[in-house]
């Protein structure tokens, strides 16, 4: 998708609905602009329903100051224009109040990006500024001071958040990447720890570069491989809407008959993913003109060691990762359903599916589907993309369950004779 052709105020009709149904603002919350090449600032409207704008109702403030469109614009444009003004590098501003960044702001705290190598290279570095009064000039002149120290997201005491970028979709990556984080951090105190990344951790990271691999043209597609691109890109799109992973981060793969496999893109929004940018990996070659995942050659190396896996998911959604996060055990055994399709999950050290593609080969297996890695992701294996990700569902689920039986009391897993006469039944290995 060019975004760059999109309209503005299509654009803000486009992001604001993706932070309404995210659960990230309110009906009366939140307010978006872009500043388009004329120097024009279009805005979301004061005190109409977020959750069903349309292009008609975004306004155009002149730099002169005439405002064109049916509405009164947003009581925050002071911020924006000065968020503009202090920044002539932003092409957009974002200001919303989504619950795990509003409960860091109402702490006095910003979230720390370093539990995650994604959340630390998107987001940057995070700024926090004191409280002031909605639309005020002294809360746009303390959010400036923020943003000239090098900040492209703001904390707001008591208030919410402020994102800038080049153009409305970074913004909004960097602001869904942080209340992300923020969640995650959450959920991870809760299991009574939080383990953040050393600087060396961290860069570590910055080894996981783009895959350089020989290119090839396809020259024809089979049926086979379109079914693949659309079932793909459909569960890609189920798992950003059920927050799964983000706009950022996630990676889907697919094996074909003839042992090639599809695999997502880097680098593109996942809600917007289409067939065409799926890329097909053949042969130790990629699809001419695209840039595969950067995981690539673990999902290749894991297709080259295991006959029975055909899908492969990498991703981090915020309950299950707390536990790798916290550094705490999770424990399958909370329903039968969870333990027949999870069963034990592997746990390995920060970095090893970085440097050590062999171990982590090693351990998945038909009886250990799923392997998280600590500060990083889970890794979730199976027969079929429709298996594995109901698998990744399964396991976000059953973590948000054992979140959440932890406020009722002692949680008691299914015992082990329990578990025998499950793997009988079921003929589990």
Request: hydrophobic share 40%.
């Amino acid at each position: 998708m060019r975004f760059d052709l999109i309209h503005p105020a299509d654009q803000i009709v486009m992001l604001m609905k993706r932070i309404y149904e995210g659960g990230m603002t309110t009906t009366s919350g939140g307010n978006l602009s872009v500043r388009d090449a004329n120097g024009d600032i279009w805005i979301t409207p004061g005190s109409i329903d977020k959750g069903s704008l349309t292009r008609r109702d975004i306004l155009c403030v002149k730099p002169d100051g005439t405002v064109i469109g049916p509405h009164n614009p947003s009581v925050e444009l002071p911020f924006h224009k000065k968020v503009y003004e202090t920044r002539p590098d932003a092409g957009a501003v974002l200001h919303a109040h989504p619950p795990g960044l509003v409960a860091f702001s109402i702490v006095g705290c910003i979230p720390d990006t370093r539990i995650l190598p994604n959340a630390y290279n998107v987001c940057g570095q995070v700024g926090f500024a004191p409280y002031d009064i909605p639309g005020s000039p002294a809360l746009g002149n303390k959010i400036a001071e923020k943003l000239r120290g090098g900040s492209n997201i703001v904390v707001l005491e008591n208030h919410g958040a402020v994102a800038l970028g080049d153009d409305l979709f970074q913004a909004f990556m960097r602001f869904e990447t942080l209340e992300y984080c923020a969640r995650l951090q959450i959920n991870a105190l809760r299991l009574g720890n939080c383990v953040s990344l050393t600087p060396e951790e961290l860069s570590i990271s910055e080894w996981k570069s783009d895959v350089c691999m020989e290119s090839f043209h396809p020259g024809g597609h089979t049926s086979l491989e379109k079914e693949g691109r659309r079932e793909m890109c459909e569960l890609i799109h189920r798992a950003y809407d059920r927050q799964l992973f983000t706009s950022t981060q996630g990676t889907f793969s697919m094996r074909l008959p003839d042992d090639s496999f599809l695999i997502t893109p880097h680098g593109l929004d996942r809600k917007y993913l289409e067939p065409g940018d799926i890329v097909l990996v053949k042969d130790g070659r990629c699809e001419q003109g695209k840039t595969p995942s950067r995981s690539v050659l673990l999902h290749r190396d894991i297709y080259r060691a295991h006959n029975g896996i055909n899908a492969v998911i990498i991703a981090n959604p915020p309950h299950i990762m707390a536990y790798g996060v916290a550094g705490a055990r999770f424990d399958s055994r909370t329903i039968p359903e969870s333990y027949i399709m999870l069963r034990d999950v592997s746990v390995l050290p920060f970095g090893i599916n970085i440097a050590m593609h062999d171990k982590i080969i090693q351990t998945v297996s038909a009886s250990a589907p799923l392997v998280m890695t600590q500060n990083d992701s889970l890794l979730v294996t199976g027969p079929s993309l429709l298996k594995v990700y109901d698998s990744l569902e399964v396991a976000e689920f059953s973590a948000r369950a054992l979140l959440a039986a932890a406020a009722l009391g002692a949680v008691k897993p299914i015992g082990q004779k329990e578990i025998d006469d499950i793997k009988a039944a079921f003929s589990l290995e």
